[in-house]
């Protein structure tokens, strides 16, 4: 078993909708988790950085870790065509190295 | 706007050639990490630096590659000889410890 699972999708939905992305994680200790956007040829840009528990929102995007399910999602309000990437999930242990583990990333379509 | 850069951004060798690829990471940035990315694998952790200095190189094939830091302004990884399964896109990414990384536009590597 992998530390990090993400379901590579693809997900598709219709524009305006609301998606839900997904992690589930393994190790108790990952206390950093952060969520990432890879356009298609570009390299990965971070979105959102959550420390432990609890909901962190930034515009049409909302980050929410349960840390009791090792379980963290990420929620686009409103998707646009634009949206469409894939996002990869990542997350780092406490006092350690700050070496992060990386999610396989979930490929988003969002169509008009 | 700071970014991370990396050159070249695409770089198509033969067999057997030495590769460098060149990296500057987001001044006062104390973490500096080298990634591989491929389908198959998704993306790879292949070095990692902490205040210039090299923390983790366990993902690398230590036989051909090499990972520097000569300076707090430039990062480079060397790959001699290369070999076709050695093509992929690299990336370089730098972050202030644990709230996340900036990641480079990568060197798409092509080994005939």
């Known amino acids: 078993q992998k530390e990090v699972e993400q379901d590579p999708g693809p997900l598709s939905v219709p524009e305006g909708a609301i998606v839900s992305l997904n992690c589930t994680y393994s190790?108790?200790?990952?206390?950093?988790f952060m969520w990432y956007r890879q356009y298609s040829r570009k390299g990965p840009e971070l979105l959102m950085y959550?420390?432990?528990?609890g909901n962190k929102e930034d515009g049409r995007f909302t980050a929410q870790v349960d840390k009791s399910s090792k379980y963290i999602s990420l929620f686009i309000r409103d998707s646009q065509p634009s949206d469409s990437a894939t996002y990869l999930c990542?997350?780092?242990?406490?006092?350690?190295?700050?070496?992060?583990?990386f999610g396989r990333g979930t490929s988003l379509i969002v169509h008009p | 706007d700071a970014r991370v850069t990396q050159t070249p951004r695409h770089k198509v060798t033969e067999m057997g050639q030495e590769v460098t690829m060149r990296c500057q990471p987001i001044?006062?940035?104390?973490?500096v990490f080298w990634y591989r990315q491929t389908m198959m694998q998704g993306l790879e952790l292949l070095a990692y630096?902490?205040?210039?200095?090299?923390?983790?190189d366990s993902g690398m094939p230590k036989d051909r590659f090499s990972a520097e830091m000569p300076d707090a302004t430039l990062a480079t990884l060397k790959i001699q000889p290369s070999e076709p399964r050695d093509s992929a896109v690299y990336f370089c990414?730098?972050?202030?410890?644990?709230?996340?990384?900036?990641f480079g536009p990568g060197t798409r590597l092509t080994v005939t």
């Open positions: 190790n108790s200790a990952f206390q950093y």
């Open positions: 990542a997350m780092t242990k406490s006092g350690g190295s700050y070496i992060p583990t």
């Open positions: 001044l006062g940035h104390n973490t």
């Open positions: 990414a730098s972050g202030p410890d644990s709230t996340g990384q900036y």
């Open positions: 630096f902490r205040n210039r200095a090299p923390l983790d």
């Open positions: 959550t420390y432990s528990s």
